[in-house]
């Protein structure tokens, strides 16, 4: 139910006592900081430090409104008098969210969804990634908000966490790199962005209480690097910190982390706000160097008391106001900019398109299958070939206008799509969707068990039809992690898949599998029936055209897996402690397996993997040649240049993936990691093009936990250059005539129980 908020100006409730004594009330924005602090009441100070919940969730009687833009995730609080107006924060990473048709509004407010974050990590294309946060930033600016709630880059350590779409990959430079690519985009509006969630929110079960163990090396190679790049590469304006505790404390009570590692040693200097609710002692929060408790609540009252009781340093209040002031000039609200409502969504449909359709991977192509040859009658199974999954729950959603269909989309294509099939699912569809609650409507289907199919009723399709699409969809969210069987197949969908392609292969057709699902899930089980395999991913509103251009050959594939698909799900190196122990309701997480996340434990340990990292087809082929190296010795920086020719038969683009096989001397090292990674312009049949890719010195070293160090070995590194993280094309290699410490940071973050990670040598 909508409220009337109405608003009290603060003046009349704070204001007189300072106005009276004094001719001048500073200002901000015209005033120094200092003064405008200096000028507040305690209890204004306190109001300030938290922030506003979208509703009135435990505001203050007299606090100021609390929407100004329905479906906000939150605000900051006004004091009129000393000129500091409210700043609106919204989620999230694959587009705005905000309500579309809010009570008195005489006009719809859609946003456009795009490709969730591991989709678009799947591009390896950082432009394009900076171009989708550029049309997100300008949402955010025209709807009037000032912070999109977003990147968010957290690890996909284990393919259950439930917000796994909304993260990059398993790997820390993937995830930084995309991460500042966003932060770039979305900023070049003038608008902010919150990096998210701040460190090690990998699991969602107990999320607001787990505490995840790690150790001192697993956390600055794996979990905090990617943070590392986005903090040092772009400076997001704001930075949020996790709902989790690590290594025994809550992130946002944590100095080490927030003052120690992040403003001192990585030099940010926007301000933190803790998730929402997130952590348990405000003044732990406020002297951590957490500026900001959102939405804020609860905590108003015990933080006046201690300002009041001498509890907590004033000093380090201000210093926190003063960070929160300082973000608070940038800000279009501030500036009183004139937002539009009319975010250029038709320009952004097409960016929306583009990333999809470069995000998309193809995992099997047996014999050619893709492009379609001849194609004209399809018959589409499976109930999420009528119901497009856009993207995500929570606060990753996005009320977006439309989210074509697959069978929508082949039919304006031209294509004729089985009407009797069509009819079935959607029946079904119909059947379902009216149990659904207000709750739960957009996603009942989602969630729904697939429909089973008759032998009879998929055998009746063939005679029809040249082509069978079956797509197997999935959706996940916050708040909860997937499980085992949410990560297999159902017995419905398995038996699906294997009577419609032996149905169709009896007669000489090919049957194509689509994956529209935001995480990793098992395919080594039923992978050999179909002829092909495209993974969709959830690609937001323009995912099913996008598709189409693909299955079309309007455009080929050049997506690439940025995590691993594992044999089964026994082979993941946290299937054994994830989420956490006690099993029923966990309270620890250890991550035991240290810095063998993904790939670095496949490739290590030799555990076979279903698709492997950096893995995706295309419809043309390239040819890799003529590596060269700057020097064969490293000194400060090495230049690795090679080429790559398309010497198939269609234009295409292609990533070239490098890695680095470390020597190890002192440290154990993964066999290799990657350390760079360019993706080609659309190369044409017979065209090249020279790449070129840097390493510094930190790309050589590790961390040696016991000098708190990033130290790099002395010794033989080999380069090696890769269509995917198995495929090896180029080789090279350069020494390092002597270890070098390239950086020392501070002895931080200690594991609060004993951990000991997993080693080769333990094997
Ligand atoms: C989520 C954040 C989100 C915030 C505001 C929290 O529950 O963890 O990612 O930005 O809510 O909606």
């Known amino acids: 139910m909508k409220k009337n908020y109405v608003f009290i100006s603060l003046l009349a409730i704070f204001g007189f006592s300072n106005a009276q004594n004094t001719s001048h009330i500073p200002q901000l924005g015209k005033d120094k900081i200092e003064d405008v602090i200096a000028a507040m009441t305690q209890e204004e100070k306190v109001y300030l430090l938290m922030g506003l919940g979208e509703n009135n969730w435990q505001n203050p009687p007299t606090g100021p409104k609390t929407v100004i833009i329905a479906g906000e995730a939150g605000l900051t609080w006004a004091i009129p008098r000393l000129g500091i107006t409210s700043t609106v924060f919204t989620d999230g990473p694959a587009g705005i969210r905000i309500e579309s048709h809010p009570e008195g509004l005489n006009f719809t407010r859609y946003c456009t969804a795009f490709p969730t974050a591991t989709a678009l990590a799947s591009t390896w294309n950082t432009d394009l990634v900076e171009n989708v946060g550029k049309a997100m930033g300008n949402e955010v600016l025209e709807y009037g908000s000032d912070v999109l709630l977003a990147p968010a880059i957290n690890t996909h350590r284990n393919p259950l966490c439930g917000r796994n779409f909304e993260y990059y990959s398993e790997d820390p430079l993937i995830a930084g790199k995309m991460g500042a690519a966003m932060v770039r985009g979305v900023q070049s509006n003038g608008v902010g962005t919150s990096l998210k969630h701040f460190v090690a929110n990998n699991i969602e079960t107990n999320r607001t209480t787990i505490n995840a163990v790690i150790s001192q090396r697993a956390l600055r190679e794996i979990y905090l690097r990617g943070f590392e790049l986005v903090v040092k590469e772009s400076q997001p304006w704001t930075v949020m910190s996790s709902y989790n505790r690590l290594n025994g404390f809550y992130t946002s009570e944590n100095y080490d982390l927030i003052t120690t590692i992040l403003r001192d040693e990585w030099k940010f200097d926007g301000m933190v706000m803790s998730d929402w609710w997130g952590g348990a002692d405000a003044v732990a929060q406020m ?77 099997k192509n047996d014999k050619n299958t893709l492009p379609f040859k001849n194609i004209k009658n399809i018959a589409l199974f499976g109930k999420t070939s009528y119901r497009y999954i856009a993207g995500g729950t929570g606060s990753g959603e996005v009320n977006y206008q439309y989210a074509t269909t697959i069978n929508e989309s082949f039919e ?48 009746s399709q063939v005679k029809n039809t040249d082509i069978a699409i079956l797509t197997i969809g999935r959706n996940a969210g916050e708040g909860s992690d997937r499980t085992v069987a949410d990560f297999s197949l159902t017995g419905t969908e398995k038996q699906l898949i294997r009577e419609v392609s032996t149905a169709y292969h009896a007669a000489n057709k090919k049957v194509i599998v689509v994956l529209n699902i935001g995480g990793v899930i098992s395919t080594s089980d039923w992978r050999d029936y179909p002829d092909a395999i495209l993974l ?22 050049s997506g690439k897996l940025p995590m691993s698909f594992p044999m089964s799900y026994n082979d993941v190196p946290s299937a054994k402690t994830f989420p956490g122990e006690p099993a029923d ?179």
């Open 412 to 459: 304006k294509n031209g294509f004729k799509v089985a009407k009797p099939l069509e009819g079935i699912y959607k029946q079904f569809i119909d059947t379902v969707s009216k149990k659904a609650t207000n709750e739960n409507r957009k996603f009942i289907v989602d969630f729904h068990a697939e429909l089973p199919l008759n032998t009879e009723q998929i055998i």
């Open 536 to 557: 969709a991913w959830q690609t937001g509103q323009e995912g099913a055209n996008a598709l189409v251009d693909i299955l079309t050959g309007k455009v080929n594939p």
């Open 585 to 763: 309701n966990p309270v620890n997480a250890v991550y035991t397996e240290g810095i063998y996340v993904g790939y670095r434990y496949y490739d290590t340990f030799k555990i076979p993997t279903a698709y492997e990292f950096g893995y995706g087809l295309s419809y043309t082929q390239f040819q890799y040649s003529n590596i060269q190296l700057s020097s064969n010795e490293f000194s400060n920086e090495m230049t690795v240049k090679l080429t790559v020719k398309n010497i198939g038969e269609k234009a295409g683009k292609e990533t070239a993936e490098l890695y680095l096989h470390a020597p190890n001397i002192q440290l154990e090292k993964p066999i290799q990691e990657l350390k760079g990674f360019a993706k080609t312009k659309l190369l044409k049949p017979g065209e090249s093009q020279e790449i070129t890719l840097k390493l510094d010195a930190r790309a050589l070293a590790s961390f040696q936990t016991n000098i708190s160090s990033w130290i790099a070995e002395k010794g033989t590194y080999e380069v090696l250059i890769g269509s995917s993280s198995k495929d090896i094309r180029l080789h090279s290699s350069f020494t390092l005539p002597q270890t070098i410490v390239v950086e020392k940071v501070h002895l931080v973050l200690y594991p609060n129980r004993p951990i000991t990670d997993l080693t080769i040598s333990k094997k």
């Open 287 to 363: 002297n951590a160097g957490n500026d900001m408790l959102m939405p804020g609540c609860a905590q108003r009252e015990e933080l006046l008391k201690a300002l009041k009781n001498k509890i907590i340093d004033e000093k380090v209040i201000d210093r926190n106001l003063a960070r929160i002031l300082a973000f608070i000039i940038k800000t279009p609200r501030f500036k009183n900019y004139a937002y539009s409502n009319k975010p250029n969504l038709t320009a952004h449909q097409q960016v929306s398109k583009n990333a999809a359709t470069e995000g998309m991977v193809l995992l």
